[in-house]
């Protein structure tokens, strides 16, 4: 094959753009901080940086979905401590009559605190969370709880559960009916005390001076605040998982971050060690097409 000076000089042009290309690489590199700038600079690690991507956006998912159930068990866990309080608040009002001794007036100001006890109670069960009631189950915008006839709870037994890690989730309410009225069996989780119709019942014993209904209101309270400090200790397990849950994606992201500085991010040294070495090929690529473009057949003679 006859080596021709315009073979010659299309090799030089290319090995000029070749070299010139190589510079620019480098030089993008070196302005961006990254290494791969599409995914024709490297496939497969593009493709990796794309799933680590992904994976640190989907941790960012779970963890916004930790903060909001964290605060909303957060409001639970308030509304439950003040349930329980007044709950035995009601039961010394009650052991304070039921001797059945108490004149008129003193019953007729445990009455008064009772009546109030048991609509706080009630206003506690309603706690909105951003307009949604956080004991109402699936029924989030209207109240769960009525002040009565039975039944005082109107809404329904839906868990709402929340993603916490890949495959992992969370339940982050207490239905109503399991915390103050338990009437059916399926949903006597914590307790088997209905707290609205027992304060009902108590209400009733105290008017008639029914020392037996008062002595077993006293007692149904007490069973209720148990109850009720059930809910509570479910409550903070679940917000020990949701710690525990926040942790784990914090460990896998800084991981992640490690391993994608690790690919995408620069080396700057290197970069200026390899820009020189470049730029050395470049100079010698021009000088030796300058050199080369210069010969003709009478060098030869």
């Known amino acids: 094959m006859r080596i021709t000076p315009n073979i010659t000089m299309q090799n030089s042009l290319y090995n000029i753009q070749r070299s010139r290309a190589l510079m620019d690489g480098i030089q993008e590199k070196i302005a961006s901080g990254k290494n791969y700038s599409r995914p024709s600079d490297d496939p497969v690690s593009a493709r990796l940086l794309v799933g680590i991507n992904d994976k640190l956006t989907a941790g960012e998912q779970y963890d916004n979905n930790i903060k909001k159930a964290e605060i909303w068990m957060k409001m639970t866990t308030t509304a ?65 709880f009525t002040s009565g006839p039975s039944p005082y709870y109107q809404g329904d037994d839906t868990e709402l559960r929340v993603e916490i890690g890949p495959g992992s989730t969370e339940t982050m309410n207490l239905v109503g009916s399991q915390v103050l009225t338990p009437d059916e069996a399926a949903s006597q989780t914590f307790g088997t005390t209905n707290v609205l119709q027992t304060l009902d019942d108590l209400r009733a014993a105290i008017v008639a001076n029914d020392v037996t209904g008062i002595q077993a209101g006293v007692q149904s309270l007490y069973q209720a605040g ?76």
């Open 80 to 144: 439950l401590q003040g349930m329980t309080d007044y709950v035995y608040q009601a039961k010394s009002l009650a052991a304070s009559v039921a001797s059945g001794t108490a004149d008129v007036n003193i019953r007729n100001n445990a009455l008064t605190q009772i009546d109030a006890i048991k609509q706080q109670i009630i206003d506690m069960g309603n706690t909105q969370h951003n307009g949604i009631y956080i004991f109402g189950g699936g029924v989030t915008t209207t109240a769960p």
């Open 226 to 301: 148990i109850q009720l400090e059930n809910a509570q200790s479910t409550v903070a397990s679940r917000m020990l998982r949701l710690d525990g849950a926040a942790k784990m994606n914090e460990g896998t992201r800084n991981t992640l971050l490690t391993v994608y500085g690790n690919v995408q991010t620069a080396d700057y040294a290197k970069l200026a060690v390899e820009m020189t070495q470049q730029q050395t090929a470049f100079e010698a690529t021009l000088s030796s097409t300058a050199k080369i473009g210069q010969m003709s057949l009478l060098d030869y003679l």
